[in-house]
């Protein structure tokens, strides 16, 4: 990867690790959820979001590595927190140990 920096072939690693795809989709989903859960359509929760439409199909599908801007623009938008964007209210499950 001539001209990339470690940072860079880092990032690509992550966003190519399943664990990164199962946040993102986890992520979309419960965007998904809250937007559901208030009847609204994509284009009123872009606009409540002060999204793109595209960009907010996108984080649905699991699709984007967001900024804490975009999550903070969604999370403005649905009238929740960050945290919540990351909870479906369940208890977590107990973590492996290896």
Do not use: C, Y
């Amino acid at each position: 990867m001539a001209g990339h920096s470690s940072a860079d072939r880092d990032a690509t690693a992550v966003k190519k690790s399943s664990r990164f795809r199962r946040e993102a989709r986890a992520l979309g989903l419960r965007v998904r959820q809250l937007r559901h859960e208030r009847g609204w359509t994509l284009e009123k929760a872009a606009e409540h979001a002060q999204l793109d439409l595209k960009h907010l199909q996108k984080v649905e599908a699991g699709q984007l590595n967001l900024t804490l801007v975009t999550l903070a623009r969604i999370a403005w938008g649905f009238g929740v927190s960050i945290a919540a964007l990351f909870s479906t209210g369940e208890q977590p499950a107990a973590k492996k140990r290896r």
